[in-house]
């Protein structure tokens, strides 16, 4: 089966750093992506980490262990604008294509 | 510019009523889904698409069904719409690769009464 846990909310003040986790079982990987989703918006892509390792992409960076089944998205420098979901997906090992799984979605809340 | 777009954009309709909703890609992509978003459930698979012809059940299929005849089109129709189907719907489109992200529509908001 597939399963996909991330937390519901968090909080954090502006400037600051936050780390947004995710789990996963799935039967089959092929990698794992992260979206932000703005209230009443279409999800948008952020990141996306097939081997184990960071990727960093300016203020946002995702990290990916396979063998531990976990990723977390790093916000760092926090601004009022990152108020939002974080949608952590799973790509299932398909013949020829990335069927995304998603999680619930993590809604950030930044405060000044 | 390539875009994927859904229409329409909101919609109410009424119970026992079939209702089909329109997604068009201009990206050329092979791969398009559609999911509903509901609260507590994030985003859910209905059905998926790999080709023209081509169609698969998602996770919540029941109730639901899609076509594709050409690559550009995935329109997603329900039988008979019923409340529990009230929802937020998303169609995405990708490339047959594996690691290429997804691009997603605007979202249709569909209220069955």
């Known amino acids: 089966g597939q399963n996909i846990d991330q937390p519901t909310e968090m909080t954090a003040t502006e400037g600051a750093i936050v780390q947004i986790n995710c789990t996963y079982q799935t039967s089959g990987f092929n990698g794992l992506f992260w979206y932000q989703q703005h209230a009443g918006e279409a999800p948008t892509f952020l990141s996306y980490n097939v081997l184990d390792g960071l990727e960093e992409k300016g203020r946002f960076s995702s990290f990916l262990s396979r063998s531990k089944g976990y990723s977390y998205l790093l916000l760092k420098e926090l601004q009022m604008k990152d108020s939002a979901s974080y949608l952590c997906a799973v790509s299932s090992q398909s013949y020829n294509t990335d069927k995304l799984i998603f999680g619930t979605g993590t809604r950030l809340q930044v405060f000044p | 510019d390539a875009e994927i777009t859904q229409s329409p954009r909101h919609k109410i309709t009424e119970t026992g009523r079939q209702v089909t909703l329109a997604c068009h890609q201009t990206?050329?992509?092979?791969?398009m889904f559609w999911y509903r978003q509901d609260l507590g459930h994030g985003l859910r698979l209905i059905h998926y698409s790999y080709g023209v012809q081509d169609t698969n059940k998602g996770e919540v299929s029941d109730g639901y069904s899609v076509s594709r005849s050409n690559t550009e089109d995935l329109p997603l129709t329900l039988e008979s719409a019923a409340s529990s189907q009230t929802s937020v719907y998303f169609c995405?489109?990708?490339?047959?690769?594996?690691?290429?992200?997804?691009?997603f529509g605007q979202g249709t908001r569909l209220t069955v009464v």
């Open positions: 995405a489109s990708s490339d047959y690769r594996g690691n290429t992200e997804a691009f």
């Open positions: 990206w050329n992509h092979n791969n």
